[in-house]
């Protein structure tokens, strides 16, 4: 097979690890773009919503029952699991921070595609992801303020910020199908989601660049719980789900429910509210999350390749 640069700079996980390196290596960048990640976050959200059908919205019990599953593994699960583990490993008070935003916000947006690429129930995985979207207008701020209180967050500021990055990206969606714009930009959504995922991991990593290296052993806490949310997390609910004899395309969706948060918002969120040192917890997750990932997405190969003397 010969090397293909084109193929490479189509490749998601390739432009994410390309991201975190850039931010280590350069960071110049990071600070005349930061005001970008937002924005960045919206055109990731409206363009991953074009593909939620209308149907999804047509069937009140089907949304209501996906959304309580979504609620549940993301905000309930990771979270209590989350939030217990930062309290008995972080110290710092940034970093602790951080890691209550990372509680707060919804699943992924990936969570979707994530389901696919892995064989994973794709409506499990699309309705629990929009019903914890949507849940995460009341969660999100309440679990903010119970953990940080309005002397950091500012409720109207952080609800506006939610509409902008929820019902905003909903609604243009929405609009984009119903008036067949949506066709004309599908062939070049992938290429355009990926690339402002680089945009915003950038940002992110690049604002923390001087943490990482010069204090690098002040994130392994970071490292550890999120390690720990992710890899261990995943596996305690597989051998669970196994054990309760589970199907296994809803199992994978409920571990990419809650194991997978929205780092990008976290982070925007960390540097609306904080500063860049807050959106250390999202940057490093976000950096463990690509590569469980790749190990789900290398499992499922192995799993579904057949073995040469099969053939």
Known sequence: MTFSPGRLLKNRNFIFLFALILGFLWDTGAFYTQQLILPGLAVIMTLSSMGISS????????????????????????????????????????????????????????????ALFLRGNVELALLGTIGAYLGALILTPLIALIFLGTGFISPMKLLLILGELIIGPLVASRILVATGLSKKIDPYKGPITNWSFFLVIYIITGLNRDIFI??????????????????????????????????????????????????????????VFFNPQTAVPSTVTSAIGILYFIWLEIRVNRKFTPSPQNQ
Do not use: M
Request: proline fraction near 5%; charged fraction near 10%.
């Open 214 to 271: 010069q204090q690098p052993l002040s994130i392994v806490p970071v490292i550890i719980v999120a390690i720990l949310t992710t890899f261990a997390l995943g596996w305690v609910i597989e051998k669970s789900g196994e054990l309760l004899h589970y199907d296994t395309a809803q199992l994978t969706s409920f571990v990419l429910l809650a194991t997978f948060k929205n780092y990008g918002l976290s982070g925007a969120l960390a540097l």
């Open 55 to 114: 149907d999804a919205f047509r069937s009140p019990k089907s949304l209501l029952s996906y959304t309580f599953i979504g609620i549940v593994g993301n905000f309930v699960l990771h979270g209590v699991v989350l939030i217990g583990l930062s309290a008995l490993i972080i110290r710092d008070q940034f970093f602790w921070n951080g890691f209550i935003l990372l509680a707060a916000v919804p699943p992924a947006i990936a969570v979707i595609p994530f």
